[in-house]
């Protein structure tokens, strides 16, 4: 791992050969066959694995040498040899079939069990594993254990209160997953403002509660701005009244567990608090798994039931599947197990130190040396910031710290960028180069304020056209060149 400035600390220029290539899908196509059709014969695996390889290494070094935000979590190279080569073992499991593959069914039911436990299900009922514990799923990432969660609010009210208009109160900040859940399964969603801190507006919840209300929902923390809605009361609003709560813990279930127990301060946002009825957690992220898992939690046994499906009279027999996929990757839950089983207390507790530490010292030389910068609320490990000078447009600082070779997010209303801070971030020298080329970025904005290209000008298109749709079919455009050919 070669870190470009920790030891000259002179500046983005000096590090300029050593930066990250970026490549692009422009470069691929040029240099490899592009295919349309299945070749007529097979080509050499040999050729193919190297080929494979070539864009692998090119796209591992930024994430690698922690340019990302997020997108990696851990990344560290035995950790993922260990997950690969577990992955290897059981390629072929899928889940469905129990029969067949009882291990997929030992390893999805302990993930369930411990990801449970960690969140607060350990004094409910019988626990976690029993019939009458937090018990839940295991999914393909955050959207889908969100999406989950709200079909089953959905079906539930039906079937326990005969609602046919559902309705979810939903925080402006809380992840996209949650509107996508609302087109998906017809649900109108209600989205509530966040106060000066960026956390939900409690009082505007409660004002937007309504007989059809099926479920309310806060993020532990939010995606965009990192800080933690204050669950303690939007959950008892919740529970006054009969409504699901959902907590969103897709980014922060596996790190504000032990942040707490390391004594960072953590408002509480999980099954101890009696009105939480279901919450999501992302293994995939803090749980250090491959890509392509996260659990979903629900208070009690009769929840759950709303989100499995079963269907008796189809001609291909007795179907039953608990998620929205039918087979499923067996392998990846496998890697999760492991990774949850090896990382292991203290693992997790090592490892989120050295986040929360690095996310401090991030948030210190932003508040120090940047005058021009903001950061929004006090984030634990998400630190977003805005410029408080008119005359300096962070999408452009965005732009210049993406020429430096970062991949920071941007986010919109209002403008703002945010690190996401991963054990990629924690590695030496990581956070001084942030602040070296945060400054460098910064200069270079000011030097050359009307330079072209990049991401500014999307932004300021979408943040100035009122006409959402026209933004909307720009997007829609964007996501058909993602599958066009040359
Ligand atoms: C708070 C929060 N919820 C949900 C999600 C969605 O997760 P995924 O991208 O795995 O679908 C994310 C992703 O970053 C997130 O930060």
């Known amino acids: 791992m070669t870190d470009t400035t920790a030891e000259t600390g002179t500046g983005a220029e000096q590090a300029d050969h050593e930066r990250p290539p970026e490549p692009t899908i422009k470069d691929y196509r040029q240099r490899y066959e592009t295919y349309a059709a299945i070749p007529e014969t097979g080509r050499d695996r040999a050729e193919v694995l190297a080929e494979m390889r070539a864009m692998a290494e090119l796209e591992a070094a930024r994430w690698e040498q922690g340019y990302a935000s997020g997108s990696v979590y851990n990344g560290d190279p035995d950790h993922i040899a260990f997950l690969n080569e577990v992955y290897a073992l059981n390629s072929q499991a899928n889940p469905l079939h129990t029969d067949l593959w009882p291990s997929g069914t030992k390893y999805e039911s302990e993930i369930v069990a411990m990801t449970a436990t960690m969140l607060g299900g350990g004094g409910i009922g019988d626990g976690p594993g029993s019939d009458t514990g937090v018990c839940g799923t295991v999914s393909s990432g955050g959207s889908e254990s969100i999406q989950l969660a709200m079909k089953t609010y959905r079906d539930h009210a039906l079937a326990t209160r005969g609602i046919t208009e559902p309705e979810m109160i939903v925080p402006i900040s809380a992840h996209a997953a949650f509107d996508k859940a609302a087109q998906y399964f017809g649900i109108k969603i209600i989205h509530i403002p966040t106060g000066p801190d960026w956390r939900a507006d409690v009082a505007a919840t409660e004002a937007a509660i309504t007989d059809n209300t099926v479920v309310m929902v806060g993020s532990a923390p939010s995606f965009p701005h990192g800080v933690v809605d204050p669950i303690e009361e939007l959950s008892e609003l919740a529970r006054a009244r009969g409504i699901g709560f959902h907590t969103d813990g897709c980014l922060g279930g596996f790190v504000l567990p032990w942040a707490e127990k390391l004594g960072w301060p953590v408002p509480p946002f999980d099954f101890r608090l009696p009105?939480?009825?279901?919450?999501?957690?992302?293994?995939?992220?803090?749980?250090?798994?491959?890509?392509?898992?996260?659990?979903?939690?629900?208070?009690?046994?009769?929840?759950?039931?709303?989100?499995?499906?079963?269907?008796?009279?189809?001609?291909?027999?007795?179907?039953?599947?608990?998620?929205?996929?039918?087979?499923?990757?067996?392998?990846?839950?496998?890697?999760?197990?492991?990774?949850?089983?090896?990382?292991?207390?203290?693992?997790?507790?090592?490892?989120?130190?050295?986040?929360?530490?690095?996310?401090?010292?991030?948030?210190?030389?932003?508040?120090?040396?940047?005058?021009?910068?903001?950061?929004?609320?006090?984030?634990?490990?998400?630190?977003?910031?805005?410029?408080?000078?008119?005359?300096?447009?962070?999408?452009?600082?965005?732009?210049?710290?993406?020429?430096?070779?970062?991949?920071?997010?941007?986010?919109?209303?209002?403008?703002?960028?945010?690190?996401?801070?991963?054990?990629?971030?924690?590695?030496?020298?990581?956070?001084?180069?942030?602040?070296?080329?945060?400054?460098?970025?910064?200069?270079?904005?000011?030097?050359?304020?009307?330079?072209?290209?990049?991401?500014?000008?999307?932004?300021?298109?979408?943040?100035?056209?009122?006409?959402?749709?026209?933004?909307?079919?720009?997007?829609?455009?964007?996501?058909?060149?993602?599958?066009?050919?040359?």
Request: glycine share 8%.
């Open 275 to 486: 009105g939480v009825t279901s919450m999501s957690a992302d293994t995939h992220k803090y749980g250090y798994a491959a890509k392509g898992t996260s659990v979903v939690l629900y208070r009690n046994v009769e929840l759950r039931h709303h989100q499995y499906f079963t269907i008796t009279d189809w001609p291909g027999g007795l179907y039953a599947s608990p998620s929205f996929a039918g087979s499923r990757p067996g392998a990846l839950s496998a890697a999760c197990w492991a990774a949850l089983v090896s990382t292991g207390e203290s693992g997790y507790l090592a490892a989120t130190r050295a986040i929360l530490e690095t996310a401090g010292r991030v948030k210190a030389a932003l508040r120090a040396d940047f005058p021009e910068l903001e950061i929004f609320g006090d984030p634990l490990f998400v630190v977003a910031f805005r410029s408080v000078d008119d005359t300096l447009d962070i999408y452009r600082v965005l732009d210049a710290m993406t020429a430096l070779g970062w991949s920071l997010n941007g986010l919109h209303r209002p403008a703002a960028v945010h690190l996401c801070v991963t054990q990629r971030t924690t590695q030496p020298g990581v956070t001084d180069r942030f602040v070296v080329d945060l400054r460098a970025a910064i200069d270079e904005v000011r030097a050359h304020p009307t330079a072209e290209g990049g991401m500014a000008p999307i932004y300021g298109m979408a943040n100035t056209i009122p006409e959402r749709g026209l933004v909307a079919h720009a997007m829609l455009d964007h996501m058909d060149s993602w599958y066009r050919l040359p």
